[in-house]
């Protein structure tokens, strides 16, 4: 019988260590909304994202970090894109946290070092020839950027304007 009473001893000194907690029990309904109003601030705060101010001056020193980068930071120090196409895209994790979208494989072909991380979601994508990039943002941040010549971006810029001509409303993502 000794054996069992200390067996509960020790659960019940484990559970001592969350008693600072009792006070949001004793709060209930109030509790709960001061977690859910402390999490909510947290996370639409922008935390780990930098100010647009210093979004901008990485991609003018052509510094274009993943996950950090917003598409107006690339208007305010690039102006308009020359070519910009919006669509449902699924995109392929891959081990340095980017997303590789789709269309930017050969068809059926999973990319090298594919994770089996799959995401989907409305992507916007922007050609920037004058400057050589493609950038692409999934849920408001950088998550792709490839380096092509002019002559490439122009001939994909090229392409969406051909296929946004026989998108139906249907297929045009909602606009934020």
Partial sequence: MKKFAGMFRSTWCGAQRFRGLEFLRRLGWAGVFIVVAIGSVLSCSGIGMPSLEEQERHVRDNELLLHELTPRA?????????????EFMQFFGMKDDSLIPRSRLA?????????VRIEAGDALFLAYPDHGWLVVFFEERLVYREALTAAQLHELGRSWQHEDKFRSRFEVPAAP
Avoid: L
């Fill in 107 to 115: 068809s059926g072909e999973p990319p090298r070092g594919w994770e």
């Fill in 74 to 86: 690339f208007v305010g120090a690039w102006g308009a894109p020359t070519y910009q196409h919006a």
